[in-house]
Nanobody, 123 residues
Framework: QLQLVESGGGLVQPAGSLRLSCAAF????????IGWFRQAPGKEREGVSC????????AYADSVKGRFTISRDNAKNTVYLQMNSLKPEDTGVYYC????????????????WGQGTQVTVSS
């Protein structure tokens, strides 16, 4: 099964920026839609953004719209999530996931998941 590895998380101050990466191993990412999800302690996993297999379709949760940008470079088998104007409520473990379908922000239908990368927004 496709293996995904997230990186780029860390500690950042409010209004700061981070860029997360999701690298695919074992298979090319060309035919996979990729979603980004996050989970704060004690809360359910929520969808953040997704991108279609060739990058033509993107979607964002209302809470991050205008601040986050998802993109992909299939030649590098990598999907990125550029996060700007970060807020404390963006804190959580961020996961990328792959599925053979178009953009959806429902965790239940993604079959392959990365290990997660911690994002902490705090002054």
């Amino acid at each position: 099964q496709l293996q995904l590895v997230e990186s780029g998380g860390g500690l950042v101050q409010p209004a700061g920026s981070l860029r997360l990466s999701c690298a695919a191993f074992g298979f090319t990412s060309d035919y996979y839609a990729i979603g980004w999800f996050r989970q704060a302690p004690g809360k359910e996993r929520e969808g953040v953004s997704c991108i279609s297999s060739r990058g033509g379709i993107t979607a964002y949760a209302d809470s991050v719209k205008g601040r986050f940008t998802i993109s992909r470079d299939n030649a590098k088998n990598t999907v990125y999530l550029q996060m700007n104007s970060l807020k404390p409520e963006d804190t959580g473990v961020y996961y990328c996931a792959a599925g053979r379908f178009s953009c959806v922000l429902s965790p239940a239908i993604f079959g392959s998941w990365g290990q997660g990368t911690q994002v902490t927004v705090s002054s």
